[in-house]
């Protein structure tokens, strides 16, 4: 019988999930080797450093702030030879509607104080007709059908559907309803789970006390920035023996009796490579994972999962001469007059993020493969947020003193009509290829999976690969088959 030794795991993608399923196995003993096409590891996680005038600013791409289940490891890793510590945030999540900033997760008391009387009468009115006169579930709805069977059309409209909008680009009519039901985890509930509870406290005429709120979420934010996890990830990898090939293309996996046989690479200064191995974890995106494939995959997977599409996030990075900018660790913006949907200021995670005096502010605009190309387009959506921000008195024009922009392509999967159909049509395809796990945010086509996510995913999937068992056994028990395809 081979030892945990004697078997070598390849893992493609060097963000969170790759990077703690290759520590967990280096550490086991295992031979691991990551490979990354960037130049640095962290995926979604990372922290950029911009220099203005001498000063130093960082910038993740888009906040990330970590939640208390997984606290502990980061703060051990962040301890382990790196100098860098997890701080406590504390601050509030809100959104604006109207000219009303209220408390997100919403919360009845709040908006029932905040918003007028005739939109609040509205929004229970319609709650209550919606609930007298609600279908019975049929096929596949729409994330429109289904919350407005559930909750009316006055909250809909007035909180969701644009929001919906910005982020797929499509019009709710044409979301999943998965978008509104999957589990989200700054509540650890799903946005659904989270408004029912909101509206049968207010029908009961209860307090909300038991919400989970940002009031009373606990988050960590490393003081240099969300970046430094992966990086202490990455160390601790290589301290255990485990390899990480950083800027290198993947052009092909190489298939054979239904096994993954060995991947050809393209590294830096455009040599071919070919490695082999004994098992393959993936965690990019999950038609690229299909692209890879030299032969063996059927057309109609083929053709399905090009299907798949995500939305982009260009994050617009301002650097401003005020020493404090928001009085919230992140302000959401569904109003379509706003050409983003989120800002948030760095200094509100770490005052390290940014030198006394000055600050900086991020605005998130989600936009389409075309549009984060169109640098016209980009300039006019740019000019018109500072003005917004100016006019909201958030800024001032004459403070900005530099903006620069990060495209983060693939940030969002978009749920599509039916495109549940399509991932099970992958994911029976892949139950064939008995070496290959796909898994991660990317991986899975998850549109909401954070990184408390990412760490369970990978601590299943390393599981998995110790134990000894093939993927196959453990989805006929149907034990893990929700972390991993
Ligand atoms: C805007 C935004 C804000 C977020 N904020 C939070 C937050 O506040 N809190 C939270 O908990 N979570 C947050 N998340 C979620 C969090 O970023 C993810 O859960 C996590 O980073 C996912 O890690 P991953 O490894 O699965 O994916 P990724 O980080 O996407 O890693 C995939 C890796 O694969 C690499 N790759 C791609 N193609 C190839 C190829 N062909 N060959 C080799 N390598 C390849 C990529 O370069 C990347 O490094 C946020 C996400 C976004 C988009």
Redesign the pocket.
């Given at each position: 019988m081979m030892g945990k030794g004697d078997r070598k795991v390849i893992i493609?993608?060097?963000?969170?999930?790759?990077?703690?399923i290759g520590q967990i196995l280096a550490s086991a003993g295992m031979q691991i080797e990551l490979?990354?096409?960037?130049p640095t590891?962290?995926?979604?996680?990372q922290t950029v450093e911009r220099s203005y005038m001498g000063d130093c600013y960082m910038f993740?791409?888009?906040?990330?702030?970590?939640?208390e289940e997984y606290a502990s490891v980061y703060e051990s890793l962040l301890g382990n030879g790196s100098d860098d510590q997890l701080t406590v945030v504390k601050g509030h999540f809100v959104i604006k509607v109207g000219d009303e900033t209220l408390l997100y997760p919403l919360k009845m008391m709040n908006m029932l104080a905040r918003l007028p009387l005739s939109l609040t009468q509205r929004i229970i009115w319609d709650l209550a007709r919606s609930r007298l006169t609600r279908k019975k579930d049929g096929g596949m709805s729409s994330v429109r059908e289904w919350m407005t069977q559930r909750f009316g059309d006055t909250l809909f409209d007035n909180f969701f559907a644009p929001y919906i909008e910005k982020c797929t680009g499509l019009s709710p009519e044409r979301v999943s309803h998965k978008w509104a039901t999957e589990r989200t985890?700054?509540t650890g509930e799903s946005l659904a789970q989270t408004l029912m509870k909101i509206m049968t406290e207010a029908f009961k005429g209860r307090k909300s006390h038991n919400l989970a709120s940002s009031e009373q979420m606990a988050?960590y934010y490393p003081n240099h920035g969300?970046g430094r996890i992966p990086l202490a990830m990455a160390a601790d990898i290589e301290r255990h023996g485990g390899k990480i090939s950083l800027n290198?293309?993947?052009s092909n996996l190489c298939l054979e009796n239904s096994m993954v046989k060995s991947l050809i690479l393209t590294e830096s200064g455009n040599r071919r490579k070919i490695i082999h191995g004994d098992i393959f974890v993936s965690?990019?995106?999950l038609p690229?994972l299909i692209r890879?494939f030299s032969a063996g995959v059927p057309a109609p997977i083929s053709a399905a999962s090009k299907r798949l599409a995500f939305r982009q996030?260009l994050?617009v990075n301002i650097i401003v001469d005020q020493a404090n900018i928001l009085d919230h660790l992140e302000l959401f913006y569904p109003d379509k007059r706003f050409p983003f949907k989120r800002i948030y200021e760095p200094k509100r995670m770490s005052p390290k993020m940014a030198p006394e005096m000055r600050s900086s502010l991020v605005l998130?605009i989600c936009c389409s493969d075309r549009e984060a190309e169109d640098f016209q387009l980009q300039k006019r959506l740019i000019d018109r947020s500072i003005a917004m921000l100016e006019n909201e008195g958030i800024l001032k024009r004459e403070d900005v003193l530099d903006c620069f922009t990060i495209s983060?392509p693939?940030?969002?999967p978009i749920y599509g009509l039916g495109f549940e159909q399509v991932i099970a049509a992958i994911e029976q395809f892949l139950a064939t290829v008995a070496n290959l796990i796909t898994?991660?945010?990317?991986?899975l086509f998850e549109y909401h999976?954070?990184?408390?996510?990412?760490m369970e995913?990978?601590e299943n999937v390393a599981d998995l690969i110790l134990s000894g068992k093939s993927k196959a056994d453990v989805n006929a028990q149907g034990k893990w088959s929700k972390y991993f395809y």
């Open positions: 493609i993608g060097a963000g969170l999930t790759g990077l703690r490979i990354e096409t960037q590891v962290g995926g979604m996680l993740d791409l888009g906040p990330h702030l970590f939640f985890t700054v988050a969300a290198t293309r993947l965690t990019i995106s690229s890879l996030l994050l998130e983060l693939n940030a969002y898994c991660g945010r990317q991986g999976a954070m990184t408390n996510e990412s995913i990978a």
